[in-house]
């Protein structure tokens, strides 16, 4: 009888099914050997300030170039990093890379440049005894807490884990800052936004999409913006595409837009080139 359900089960994966749970597992089976191949490279995207079209910011966005289906998205690998745990070393390496490249762009673009990484539950989940902080690496690079900005989701401030809050606090002690990404998706209750120190909002690309005068979503954007600010947050709007989005977002008082309206994710010597050509 056993084995009779087992087959039974097992009809329920469809052919496609199969296939996209297999390239899963050679995805986690590549993704092992990926770091120490120099298969990843960092992009960076630049955030601007939107009173001003200064740049001084940007995000630091992982590739992966895989030697056989060429670039894998990071929508594609994250999940399956964070599931076997080989996010902790992929993210250890995406802040060093962008620590260097701070350092870099305080001398050669601005001196007040910031580059902000995404880091995931896992990773703050992990015990990182063994590592050295983020604030202690930049520390020792002469770098201030500020010139990084850690990216972290709406449900990591659900979590109970004590570590949690534990790596928030660090990281604000470090003067490290802390963005709240893709806001407006999770489940996040407003309580949260006062009960941890959170420096950015970034108004999720959902809302800035269909954004055109008297819309639902240009009253939500408002009054996100509204509502950060009177908590002594910055606001950032991600998914910028049209002049129109830019100038709505600009006349409701948002501080900072990112999307391809500005630049698509970029290397660093594109980057370059973009800041001191504008
Ligand atoms: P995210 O942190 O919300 O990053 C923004 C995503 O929106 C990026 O996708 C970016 O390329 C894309 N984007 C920017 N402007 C526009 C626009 O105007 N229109 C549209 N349609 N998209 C735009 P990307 O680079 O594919 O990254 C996807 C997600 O993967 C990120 O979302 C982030 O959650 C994750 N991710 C990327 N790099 C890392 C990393 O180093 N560590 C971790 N843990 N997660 C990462
Ligand atoms: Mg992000
Ligand atoms: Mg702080
Ligand atoms: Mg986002």
Request: glycine content about 8%; hydrophobic content about 45%.
């Amino acid at each position: 009888v056993a084995k009779g359900e087992g087959r039974n089960r097992f009809s329920f994966f469809t052919p496609a099914l199969q296939e996209a749970a297999l390239t899963r597992v050679r995805l986690a089976n590549d993704l092992r050997t990926a770091l120490v191949d120099n298969q990843f490279r960092v992009l960076y995207q630049p955030i601007i300030e939107l009173a001003t079209g200064s740049i001084h910011k940007a995000e630091a966005l992982i590739r992966w170039q895989h030697p056989k289906r060429g670039l894998v998205s990071p929508a594609a690998f994250i999940p399956i990093a964070e599931s076997s745990g080989m996010i902790v070393d992929i993210g250890e390496w995406v802040f060093q890379q962008a620590a260097a490249q701070v350092q870099k762009w305080r001398q050669t673009l601005h001196p007040e440049f910031q580059i902000s990484v995404n880091r995931s539950p896992v990773q703050f989940r992990h015990d990182d005894s063994g590592q050295a902080s983020w604030g202690m690496q930049m520390h020792a690079l002469g770098l201030p807490g500020e010139a990084l900005v850690v990216e972290i989701t709406e449900g990591l401030l659900l979590d109970t884990n004590a570590i949690v809050g534990e790596q928030l606090l660090a990281l604000g002690d470090a003067g490290i800052k802390v963005s709240l990404d893709d806001f407006g998706t999770g489940y996040s209750s407003l309580a949260y936004l006062q009960k941890f120190d959170i420096d950015y909002i970034k108004i999720d690309q959902s809302f800035v999409r269909h954004l055109i005068p008297e819309s639902t979503d240009l009253a939500l954007c408002k009054a996100i913006i509204v509502m950060a600010h009177a908590l002594g947050m910055q606001v950032i709007a991600e998914g910028v595409e049209t002049e129109q989005q830019r100038s709505l977002l600009a006349a409701a008082g948002c501080d900072y837009g990112q999307g391809y309206l500005f630049a698509r994710p970029i290397s660093a010597s594109e980057f370059e080139t973009l800041v001191k050509m504008s």
